[in-house]
């Protein structure tokens, strides 16, 4: 891969006459996915192969695609092709390197430890240097797939490849059978209802201007305020906002805005997680985990903020940092924080890449990556800015941070405590073939990346001996690929989903619920659609339960007339259903 400069990267933009063109003709007519086969193919038209696999391996610098029809519907695709830099899948985000002796690399980070980074360019070539040799090393809001693709086809052409991207379907028969896979989610027969709670102008839309083609950022976490009739929002941009009933109403005002204190360029980064202190209306202390951008690093990192006196707003007091951890590449960066019933704090953290996690983070016990971990902030060791709980399960092991409750996960997206018996339910976020949703216990291994799902995936870091613990459920790409974790609604005791673990699926928006028998999986519904990606879900001291569509809409669930146990009997109407959602 020669040296290259940000300059020579750059690509005359579409005319968005020429963008509607494309995408309306895409969108109105019928193509040929054969066809769509030779265009993909041939180097002096689309040329994706260069970039993407279609046979699972993943041998590219771009995604592997497939199973592409099953994670986007038609005009998620065109608009793939069409604006690349808009939605970069999580994990393919460029590096830019740049060497002591002055040369230039673009990549996507292939591997990267404390010796080596390597980097894969667009053409399949991998470029490695050393540690010592590398003089800086930032992410990239680009993609290498170039933004005027679609110029070198005819409108027709370009039609027929999108065909062909949605034929790239999920086999039936991937994946070793097991309950906890089911090849067919059925549909209960009558969905539950979503409520938005605002109006669709008093949406929580990105407060900051980006260029077009920019990467968007979205609301992501939503929560009671403890000591009031009030939620906070969060937005990954960084700012927080208070949400009050004013009569009927739900109105909105600006809680914090801490947009200069976080990274949010690239990726799935900046303001991802809040939690408050169980004691905040005595002491007024909330967190949020989010990303820096230090020393040529990506880092997470964990706050602690004070409320004004009336719990309305930010006190404006300097945070106070408690947890440093610096991230590999710009994704898996874990998100959610959340305090227990014990009270103490957990905090999930990702395997932060490559893909595949090649150097074994999440296996690797003398580091946070790809961890939950348990601290105490309401008390300090001499080294530390917080203690750790005299229970944790490997605090007196030599070798292993004492932080680490359970290990083992690639991005534990949303996870929640069972209010009843103090279950923890994480969501993790799947690899190539599964999404995965488990109940987590102290001291437990859950696999990754020995494991994804219930299958073995590499064994180039399984330790002997070592006791790998499977999750509730696995499902397939055809259901989702991005989990989102939930809640176990606890609301009326009297409707058919008390007790129902309560999740969705970011990308297909798909809305889950699913009960459990000493951790196998007993049933699993699918119980309704988003009309957003479902960021996360947010809960109220009355067991009420909401849904955190990431384009800035807060839904409340409801569960009324429907029914969890009744759903769709022939497994055919429940595959025909899902085709024609991605039609």
Partial sequence: MPALSIASLACAATPPSKLKTYRDFAARRDGNSERGRIVFFAADKAGCALCHSVDGSNAAAGPDLSAIGDKLGRRELIEAVL???AAIAVGYESTLVETVSGETYYGVVKVADAAVIELMGADRVRVRRTRADVKSMRPSPTSL????????????????????????????SAGASHRGTPDVIPEVTKSISLRPLLSDHDRFADPVARPPGAPRLGLVWFGEIPGRDSFLAAHQSGTLWLMEKNGQNDVKTLFADFTSELYSRTGPNGLLGVAFHPAFAQNRKYYLKHQVFENDTIASVLVEKIAREDLRGDSGAPSRRLLTIPCVTQNHTGGCIEFGPDGFLYLGMGDTGPQEDPNGHGQNMQLLLGKILRLDVDRRSAALPYAIPSDNPFRNRAGVRPEIWALGFREPWRFSFDPQNGDLWVGDVGQYRVEEVAIVRPGENHGWNVYEGYEPFSNQHRAAGQDYVAPVLAYKRHYGNSVTGGYVYRGDARSPFYG??????????????????????ETVRQIGTSPESIASFGRDRRGNLYLVGYEGMIYQLDFTGADFAAAVDEAANARAKITDSKN
Avoid: C, W
Avoid at 500 to 521: N, P
């Fill in 83 to 85: 604006e690349p830099n």
């Fill in 145 to 172: 797939m170039p933004e005027n693709l679609h110029t070198a086809l005819t409108a027709q052409e370009f039609t027929d490849l999108i065909d062909y991207l949605a034929s790239q379907k999920q086999l039936a």
């Fill in 500 to 521: 129902v673990y309560v999740f969705g699926d970011y990308t297909s928006k798909r809305i889950f619920g699913l009960t459990q028998r000493d951790g196998r999986l």
